[in-house]
């Protein structure tokens, strides 16, 4: 079992920045690949970027390329999502995701095993 647990979301304004963490249980972290997913209000939930298992690889959805960065620090069985130039469009709920069994670089819901709870963002025009 695994547990993720999301915090760093808050209120911010247009332009500012936000960072995201996702502590994991597990003494195998670094085994699995980790993403982040988002829902806004009233949508299904997106993908948002995710990030090999060594860290040294990250992906993102094309909204996000070049303002969000992912990274992890497996020594603390910790993933972080980096937000700068935050857009109101941004403002949903966050979510990390882990995917135990290293399907490559899954970008859908289906192909993550354990999720958080999530973390609130809402970005103020």
């Known amino acids: 079992q695994v547990q993720l647990v999301e915090s760093g979301g808050g209120l911010v304004q247009a332009g500012a920045s936000l960072r995201l963490s996702c502590a994991a249980s597990?003494?195998?972290?670094?085994?699995?690949?980790m993403g982040w997913f988002r829902q806004a209000p009233g949508k299904e939930r997106e993908f948002v970027g995710g990030?090999?298992?060594?860290?040294?690889?990250?992906y993102y959805e094309d909204s996000v390329k070049g303002r969000f960065t992912i990274s992890r620090d497996n020594a603390k069985n910790t993933v972080y999502l980096q937000m700068n130039s935050l857009k109101p469009e941004d403002t949903a709920v966050y979510y990390c995701?882990?995917?135990?069994?290293?399907?490559?670089?899954?970008?859908?819901?289906?192909?993550?095993?354990?999720w958080g709870q999530g973390t609130q963002v809402t970005v103020s025009s």
């Open positions: 597990g003494r195998t972290f670094s085994e699995y690949v």
């Open positions: 995701a882990a995917d135990v069994y290293g399907r490559g670089w899954p970008r859908q819901e289906s192909e993550y095993d354990y």
């Open positions: 990030i090999d298992c060594s860290g040294g690889i990250s």
